[in-house]
């Protein structure tokens, strides 16, 4: 058997020595490897490291613009603060006052009398758009029947795309019973979800009854707004005909129910307190959020009406009613109740959507914003450049392509330098600037900076799904609620689920995450070994992050009901 393999052996060397060239072939063992060590580092220092240095750079320039809007908008936000400068004071606000008596505060919507003395209050719709919200949808139903507006001045139109029978059966008796208390309520459906929210809101227009109305407020199913909510906002609408919308500011009843959504809390304080205000302030633009606003009906027709085009149909509308000459304004003192997503799968989908929409959107809307008469160019700079390009692509991207894949890689190319301004400054003061607004979780930095940049993937994905418009780009899928069976329970921890409704092992882990810390926690041995400027530990916490994010260890687990 040995003499058998020899043989065979000695039949195939000429054949294989054919292939390789002599001087490989005179070459020892040490000479091979040292050969291709030459090969490599000819490559790593010809190619490699020079690409990487154009990304390092490239990053860099993405992070200062991030950190000079961020500074930008605190130096506003803190003149507005300092000098007072609310929207009351800017506008003129004055209380909606009955005919009859002249007293402010307005009409009772369960008064007898509804006809007196109610002329002067303008004619409001109500919309409320929801699908298959089981868990939820008595809390907006019941607030917005709660309003204390007059009666006969009021519309409350239910658009329920729910394709659940039971859910569909529920709302109706829900609508049904506020019908017999004497609420002027509608019970809406369709036979197709086309255009999702946007249909549903478009569809709800096309009613004879809206005719009559002047002014309509959205309200998601988990959105509960305060009985004044109307005595508070419709003023701003009829002493400034040029506002076309008032948008309230979100108030989150679950902030405290996990890590994951005391982290939420601060990036969307952030968005509310200084984004919204800075916007409303300088150039009177800012985003719908699509809920707790009031739109002037003129506004929402000259702008072309809702569109379903992707998957931020308030925005897009928001841009649309801007480019016609219409102002927004934001009140941060008018709050709406409502719930943040407490289970990782309900945070990502949202997350996609509000990334992959607003990138998709400025693909469509590019052109005509700059071709836009009837707006300033300085306005057209901020929407493009802040809005847009910064706020909506540039910050996802950055995040997640700096942080989790530039800095690991450079680890294993020490020729590569990464100041230390680029590394740990900069990054550092946009944290702050962002933590500001939420002070009593300002202990949750270091979670908020590792779960943003786990996150971060999500969004860059999301924000090139939209820029590329490929086949995700009008994937929607609506954010789960837990509603009261989450609210009424004192933790987490309390909430036992049933066995069948534990998810499968599939949907608990999520193989990206587990990937990118893989790379990551390798990156971070590789620098404990060879490395000299400590970015291990910057990159063990990363990958610990994406760890635990992709095992499933993040939010809350969905309560029995």
């Avoid at 109740?337 to 289970?343: A, G, K, M, Q, V």
């Avoid at 069976?485 to 921890?493: E, I, P, R």
Wanted: glycine letters at 6%; one cysteine or more; proline letters at 4%.
């Amino acid at each position: 058997m040995g003499s058998l393999k020899k043989e065979i052996f000695e039949d195939w060397v000429p054949l294989i020595t054919s292939f390789v060239p002599e001087t490989l072939l005179e070459l020892s063992k040490n000479d091979v490897i040292e050969e291709l060590s030459l090969v490599w580092n000819t490559i790593r220092s010809s190619f490699i490291a020079p690409v990487l240095r154009v990304l390092v750079y490239t990053c860099l320039v993405m992070s200062l613009m991030l950190f000079i809007e961020r500074l930008y908008m605190s130096v506003i936000i803190l003149y507005v603060k300092l000098f007072g400068r609310k929207p009351e004071k800017r506008y003129k606000w004055e209380p909606i006052k009955d005919i009859d008596d002249g007293g402010g505060g307005g009409g009772d919507s369960h008064s007898g009398d509804v006809e007196k003395g109610t002329s002067n209050y303008p004619m409001v719709l109500v919309q409320i758009p929801m699908y298959n919200e089981k868990e939820v949808y008595k809390l907006s139903i019941g607030a917005a029947c709660g309003l204390s507006w007059p009666s006969d001045r009021i519309i409350i139109q239910v658009l329920d795309d729910s394709t659940d029978p039971i859910v569909k059966d529920l709302v109706q008796i829900e609508c049904q019973k506020w019908a017999n208390e004497g609420i002027n309520i509608k019970y809406e459906i369709r036979d197709n979800r086309n255009g999702y929210k946007a249909g549903a809101l478009k569809e709800g227009f096309k009613r004879s009854y809206v005719e009559a109305c002047d002014f309509v407020t959205v309200f998601d199913a988990d959105f509960q707004p305060d009985p004044d909510f109307l005595h508070k906002t419709i003023p701003y609408f009829i002493h400034n005909p040029e506002i076309g919308l008032v948008q309230a500011r979100w108030e989150f009843v679950n902030a405290r129910e996990c890590i994951m959504t005391r982290i939420q809390e601060v990036s969307l304080n952030f968005h509310f307190k200084v984004e919204q205000e800075v916007g409303s302030f300088t150039y009177a633009f800012f985003g719908f959020n699509g809920t707790a606003g009031v739109w002037r009906i003129a506004a929402i027709h000259e702008a072309g009406g809702w569109n379903g085009r992707t998957t931020v149909e308030d925005m897009d509308l928001s841009v649309r009613a801007s480019l016609k000459g219409w102002k927004f304004v934001y009140v941060s003192d008018i709050r709406v109740r409502c719930e943040l997503p407490s289970t990782f799968k309900a945070f990502r989908y949202q997350q996609h959507r509000w990334s992959c929409g607003p990138a998709n959107l400025f693909r469509k809307m590019f052109m005509e914003i700059v071709r836009s008469e009837k707006v300033s160019l300085w306005k057209k700079i901020h929407v493009i450049y802040s809005f847009f390009l910064v706020r909506k692509i540039i910050a996802h991207i950055v995040t997640f392509s700096f942080y989790c894949v530039i800095i690991p890689t450079c680890v294993l190319f020490p020729e590569v330098v990464i100041p230390k301004w680029g590394a740990i400054y900069i990054p550092s003061a946009i944290t702050l600037l962002n933590a500001v607004e939420t002070p009593r979780s300002i202990h949750l930095l270091v979670y908020w900076i590792l779960f943003e940049t786990v996150m971060a993937m999500h969004r860059s994905k999301g924000t090139i799904i939209g820029l590329l418009e490929t086949n995700r780009v009008n994937e929607w899928v609506v954010t789960e609620k837990l509603g009261d069976a989450l609210l009424k329970s004192k933790s987490s921890s309390d909430l036992p689920m049933k066995p069948s409704e534990k998810p499968p092992l599939l949907e608990r882990i999520y193989l990206m995450e587990l990937f990118m810390g893989g790379y990551i926690f390798l990156c971070g041995c590789y620098d404990v070994a060879f490395g000299e400027n400590w970015f291990f530990v910057y990159l063990f916490a990363q990958a610990t992050a994406y760890f635990i994010t992709g095992l499933g260890y993040v939010g809350t687990r969905k309560p029995n009901s």
